[in-house]
């Protein structure tokens, strides 16, 4: 769609892929070369945005103020990503509250923007704000939309424009609103920097491409594919510093003021745990020593009533090994302790437990879990010990989370 096959690899890579290896970035490379052939075929080899204004910097150098003015321009970018994302889902919580009927609610949120096309081009002579809005990014790079209230403008009504497509239920797309978004706010920051420091001869374009860069990446989490996807699209490497530069704050600020991206908000408010990055491949090649919690207890089977007469959520240790004459025999299991009020205590004990030793990988101890269809592991001195004396750490899947980086407290 954006005839930048660069941008659509490192997409796959940072945000679909669960694996990546040789293999899996393999294909999805011969994927990408089919695809971008066959659009070049149609589309031709033009980038997607003409930038003839960067041709004005000699050897590709840009003056150090130009460089320095993309960190304050990152913090506006990274508060704006944050706005976007907070702003479509609350639009969506509160079409849902107000109108129950999904058609009703879909038409009523046509209906607005609707309207707001109208306004733009009953005031402004354009539609401006509909559709993908190419030609008005075009508008900001060559500078024929350069009066910061009116780019203020389009970035307010494409941002309420998105917001209530995709709240009141329609398809639509990221990318597009996100470039569309950058563009105007950059050249808004591009356009009032070149008026205050009128002598430095500031050139609003850099901040321009910084700033659409920027805000595909605050939004989406795709950094690489950010500073990728603009550079094809513009095909100039003259503003690949302030590219960077912008990117990277705005991505640090938009994750300190709003952890998930505009993907994964959706399933973190649906309790689903989605991992920020993939794990490096040491991770695989860590032991139980590692992995396993030094939380624990022993407990002999004779003084378990007692110890659950006492038990505090919280406070006690997070597992009670159960050992019967110095043996380990099994883990209470605190989710059926209602049991000992009238059952055989045995019955809230977890006796299929796997044992590994503390130098056992981390791939073993996955493969021995499934294997024996268990959710507990025991970390012994000796192998095969079950010795209270020899028990040194239990691994559960809330260890193999943590150590994978994934958020253990959505696992317990």
């Given at each position: 769609m954006f005839n930048a096959p660069i941008g659509g690899l490192c997409f796959a890579v940072e945000i679909l892929l669960v694996s990546i290896s040789a293999r899996t970035v393999s294909l999805v490379a011969v994927a990408t070369v089919a695809a971008t052939y066959v659009g070049r075929l149609y589309d031709g080899l033009a980038p997607s945005f003409n930038v003839p204004k960067l041709a004005l910097?000699?050897?590709y150098l840009i003056r150090l103020y130009s460089i320095l003015f993309c960190i304050p321009l990152g913090l506006l970018v990274g508060i704006a990503a944050t706005l976007f994302i907070r702003s479509i889902y609350m639009t969506e919580d509160t079409l849902l509250e107000r109108v129950r009927n999904d058609y009703a609610r879909h038409a009523l949120g046509m209906l607005g923007?609707?309207?707001?096309?109208?306004?733009?081009?009953?005031?402004?002579?354009?539609?401006?704000?509909?559709?993908?809005?190419?030609?008005?990014?075009?508008g900001t790079l060559t500078g024929e939309l350069s009066n910061p209230w009116s780019l203020m403008l389009l970035f307010v009504g494409k941002l309420l424009a998105t917001d209530v497509t995709l709240g009141s239920g329609a398809s639509g797309g990221i990318f597009s609103p996100s470039l569309f978004l950058g563009a105007t706010l950059?050249?808004?920051?591009?356009?009032?920097?070149?008026?205050?420091?009128?002598?430095?001869?500031i050139?609003?374009?850099?901040?321009?491409?910084?700033?659409?860069?920027?805000?595909?990446?605050?939004?989406?989490?795709?950094?690489?594919?950010?500073?990728?996807m603009t550079f094809e699209q513009t095909r100039?490497?003259?503003?690949?510093?302030?590219?960077?530069?912008?990117?990277?704050?705005?991505?640090?600020?938009?994750?300190?003021?709003?952890?998930?991206?505009?993907?994964?908000?959706?399933?973190?408010?649906?309790?689903t745990s989605v991992p920020q990055g993939l794990q490096a491949v040491v991770?695989?090649?860590?032991?139980?020593?590692?992995?396993?919690?030094?939380?624990?207890?022993?407990?002999?089977?004779?003084?378990?009533?007692?110890?659950?007469?006492?038990?505090t959520p919280g406070k006690d240790p997070r597992y009670t090994l159960v050992t019967r004459e110095g043996v380990v025999i099994g883990v209470a299991r605190e989710d059926l302790l209602y049991l000992l009020r009238d059952e055989n205590p045995e019955k809230v004990i977890d006796v299929n437990a796997n044992l590994v030793t503390e130098k056992t990988r981390w791939a073993v101890i996955m493969r021995a879990m499934r294997i024996k269809n268990t959710e507990i592991t025991l970390v012994t001195r000796q192998i095969g010990s079950r010795k209270e004396q020899d028990i040194v750490g239990v691994i559960t899947p809330r260890e193999l989370a943590r150590h994978a980086g994934l958020d253990a407290e959505l696992m317990d």
């Open positions: 910097f000699e050897d923007v609707g309207i707001m096309l109208y306004a733009f081009i009953r005031y402004t002579g354009h539609y401006y704000i509909a559709g993908a809005g190419y030609a008005s990014i075009l950059g050249a808004t920051f591009g356009q009032v920097v070149a008026w205050l420091f009128l002598s430095l001869g050139i609003p374009v850099i901040y321009t491409i910084s700033a659409m860069a920027a805000m595909v990446a605050g939004s989406t989490g795709a950094v690489l594919t950010a500073i990728c100039d490497y003259s503003v690949i510093l302030p590219i960077i530069l912008t990117v990277s704050v705005a991505h640090t600020v938009r994750v300190k003021l709003c952890k998930e991206s505009i993907y994964t908000l959706k399933l973190a408010r649906c309790g991770s695989a090649r860590a032991d139980a020593r590692r992995v396993m919690s030094t939380d624990f207890k022993l407990v002999d089977f004779a003084q378990l009533e007692t110890w659950f007469d006492n038990y």
